[in-house]
């Protein structure tokens, strides 16, 4: 049972948007700043979103992060087939004193 | 360019002890925190704790307190996790990752470590 709430899966056509949302508390998302993963099968995770809304270098404008009170967002517009892969979010929650994941999104291309 | 590199497979028996590297390169060792965080199969990601290169610090995940030890030997820019009293459940890929402060910026490859009797 992870801390944070993922849905398992989400799908959408290639061109269109799809939203990721992940749930927690005033302990984690209320409070601190929340992080997005990207982790292709049989690879290592890559971070899209840091800061909640913030895009490291190289991270296409397609991919966005919006937070309001315990709860983020991972926006993901212009699909491509490319997209097809597991999304997690991240925080760190100060009553666990732990870093903190949700449970994966699954995307498919359909 | 900034690389963590992390050393091979490793198949364990229950009960044994397992020690992971994780060498880096390209940035300036000691200025940054490493993270260990481990996927079982077919699962998500489970945070294992960190170390401070700089001065050895460590703060553990609970459910991994009293097995598991981090450490790092600043000669040769290598941070270490070791688990021990191994169970087949400890079946996953461990990965570092570097820590930008809120978020992780660069992972290792990941090293799966096997645990079968």
């Known amino acids: 049972q992870s801390v944070l709430t993922q849905p398992p899966s989400v799908s959408a056509a290639p061109g269109q948007k799809v939203t990721i949302s992940c749930s927690g508390t005033?302990?984690?998302?209320?409070?601190?700043?929340v992080s997005w993963y990207q982790q292709i099968p049989g690879t290592a995770p890559k971070v899209l979103i840091y800061?909640?809304?913030k895009r490291p270098s190289g991270i296409p404008d397609r991919f966005s992060g919006s937070k309001s009170g315990t709860s983020a967002t991972l926006g993901i517009t212009g699909l491509q087939t490319g997209d097809e892969a597991e999304y997690y979010c991240?925080?760190?929650?100060?009553?666990?004193?732990?870093?903190?994941f949700g449970g994966g999104t699954k995307l498919t291309v359909l | 360019q900034v690389q963590l590199v992390q050393s091979g497979a490793e198949v364990k028996k229950p009960g044994a002890s397992v020690k992971v590297s994780c060498k880096a390169s390209?940035?300036?060792?000691?200025?940054?925190?490493m993270h260990w965080v481990r996927q079982a199969p077919g699962q998500g990601l489970e945070w294992m704790g960190w170390?401070?290169?700089?001065?050895?610090?460590?703060n553990y995940a609970q459910q991994f307190q009293g097995r598991v030890t981090m450490t790092r030997d600043t000669s040769i820019n290598t941070d270490y996790m070791e688990l021990s009293r191994l169970r087949s459940d400890d079946t996953a890929v461990y990965y570092c990752?570097?820590?930008?402060?809120?978020?992780?910026?660069?992972w290792g490859q990941g090293t799966l470590v096997t645990v079968s009797s």
């Open positions: 990752a570097r820590s930008s402060s809120t978020f992780f910026d660069h």
């Open positions: 390209g940035y300036t060792f000691t200025g940054y925190y």
């Open positions: 170390i401070n290169p700089n001065n050895g610090d460590t």
């Open positions: 005033t302990s984690n998302i209320g409070n601190n700043y």
């Open positions: 800061e909640n809304t």
């Open positions: 991240g925080t760190w929650d100060s009553s666990l004193s732990a870093e903190v």
